[in-house]
Each structure stands twice: as structure tokens, then as C-alpha cells.
């Protein structure tokens, strides 16, 4: 089991960048997959990137492409999510969550380990 625990939301004007962690504690943090997915308030939650156990492997949806990008420290057991060109629309809250085996790394459902989620803010 692990448990994760989400940092480094805020409130941020458009244009502007935030560097979101998901810090782990538990069994070694070097065998699950990481996903992070944003909830907007009204609205499902919905996938933004995701980075393999050993980091070889990233994914992104379109709406974040080139945007935002996903990075771990194994050694220190936390993965980051740096977002950059924040719009409004990235508003929502952020959660990161984890798995030891992901099939679609795309899917919520694909990770059984959730963080809390923080909170971001981007004004228009």
C-alpha cells in the first residue's frame, strides 16, 4: 500500500506556472505508475498525464501537451507536475494517484492509490 499526498497549488494569473508534488510514503514508490487527473468543479474527473514506474514513459493529454510535464524522483519518492502557459480552463483540483500495474494509463479507474487532491486557481 502507499499513500500520497498532493502540494504546491495556488492561485496563479494566466501565463503563469506552478510546480505541483505527489510525495509517497509506504512501500517503494519505485514500483507504481503516477498518474495526475484534474476534477473542475461540475465537471468528471478527467486525466492529464501520467509517467511509468521508472520514468521511460510518459503520457499527456492533448489539452496539456506541451504545457505541463511530469517527472519523478524515485530516490526521493515524489513525482512532480510542472505546469507552465496556465489558462483558466486548467482550473480544477489536481490528484495524483498510484498503481503497481496499469493497463491504460489514461484511465482513472486504472489506479486503486489517491492523494487528496490540491487545489489550482488560474485567473483570467
Known amino acids: 500500500q502507499v499513500q500520497l499526498v498532493e502540494s504546491g497549488g495556488g492561485l496563479v494569473q494566466a501565463g503563469g506556472s506552478l510546480r505541483l508534488s505527489c510525495a509517497a510514503s509506504g512501500r517503494t514508490f519505485s514500483t507504481y505508475a503516477v498518474g495526475w487527473f484534474r476534477q473542475a468543479p461540475g465537471k468528471e474527473r478527467e486525466f492529464a498525464v501520467s509517467?511509468?514506474?521508472?520514468?521511460?514513459?510518459?503520457f499527456y493529454a492533448d489539452s496539456v501537451k506541451g504545457r505541463f510535464t511530469i517527472s519523478r524522483d524515485n530516490a526521493k519518492n515524489t513525482v512532480y507536475l510542472q505546469l507552465t502557459s496556465l489558462k483558466p480552463e486548467d482550473t480544477a483540483v489536481y490528484y495524483c494517484a498510484a498503481q503497481e500495474t496499469v493497463l491504460d494509463f489514461y484511465l482513472p479507474t486504472s489506479f486503486r492509490y489517491w492523494g487528496q487532491g490540491t487545489q489550482v486557481t488560474v485567473s483570467s
Open positions: 509517467i511509468s514506474r521508472e520514468g521511460g514513459r510518459t
